[in-house]
T-cell receptor, first 114, second 110 residues
Framework: AQTVTQSQPEMSVQEAETVTLSCTYD???????LFWYKQPPSRQMILVIR??????QNATENRFSVNFQKAAKSFSLKISDSQLGDTAMYFC???????????FGTGTSLTVIP | EAQVTQNPRYLITVTGKKLTVTCSQN?????MSWYRQDPGLGLRQIYY???????DKGDVPEGYKVSRKEKRNFPLILESPSPNQTSLYFC?????????FGQGTRLTVV
């Protein structure tokens, strides 16, 4: 069975600084997708970034980038130039392309301090 | 606009009173799922459906029912709600590469 582990329940960062959120996962699959979702106080689940396991290049979306280490089964999210609007719960998730398997970590609550 | 719509957004009910949370998607996806979110536990899958009339249990199915009579709709049914079902619920619809979530339903059972 696949598992997703986020070992940092809470984190804080000063505005304009950089922060890294950690995620590890366990799977025997070779083809899969990894995601970071943001959940602000509005509770909406917002896709931040997606990584396909067969792509070696790390995904980047503006201020958000990932460090994907397939052999180590690690998928960390780096937020650069943190903004107050980045304050939210962040979930790491794993998905297989076929079937129902979509697994979430327990989340990291990020607070950006003015 | 691609979206997943669930209703209601908020619901307070009493123990034992049957309720249904609706979910509809406009992306023609075959896969749909229901999750509950609880503090410290992340999102856990309740039920999923791989197509019309095909549903199966997820990780926490006890106390819930679902149906999939049409591709776009996937309602979640609580026949006899109990206080331990107080939670935040999400419906999701997925393609091969991504999952799309509804706005969430905050359910309180008193």
């Amino acid at each position: 069975a696949q598992t997703v582990t986020q070992s940092q329940p809470e984190m804080s960062v000063q505005e304009a600084e950089t922060v890294t959120l950690s995620c590890t996962y366990d799977t025997s699959e070779s083809n899969y997708y990894l995601f970071w979702y943001k959940q602000p106080p509005s509770r909406q689940m917002i896709l931040v970034i997606r990584q396909e396991a067969y792509k070696q290049q790390n995904a980047t979306e503006n201020r958000f980038s990932v460090n994907f280490q397939k052999a180590a089964k690690s998928f960390s999210l780096k937020i650069s130039d943190s903004q107050l609007g980045d304050t939210a719960m962040y979930f790491c998730a794993f998905m297989k392309p076929v079937g129902n398997q979509f697994y979430f970590g327990t989340g990291t609550s990020l607070t950006v301090i003015p | 606009e691609a979206q997943v719509t669930q209703n209601p957004r908020y619901l307070i009910t009493v123990t034992g009173k049957k309720l249904t949370v609706t979910c509809s998607q406009n992306m023609n996806h075959e896969y749909m799922s229901w999750y509950r979110q609880d503090p410290g536990l992340g999102l856990r899958q309740i039920y999923y459906s791989m197509n019309v009339e095909v549903t199966d249990k997820g990780d926490v199915p006890e106390g819930y029912k679902v149906s999939r009579k049409e591709k776009r709709n996937f309602p979640l049914i609580l026949e006899s709600p109990s206080p331990n079902q107080t939670s935040l619920y999400f419906c999701a619809s997925r393609s091969d590469t991504e999952s799309f979530f509804g706005q969430g339903t905050r359910l309180t059972v008193v």
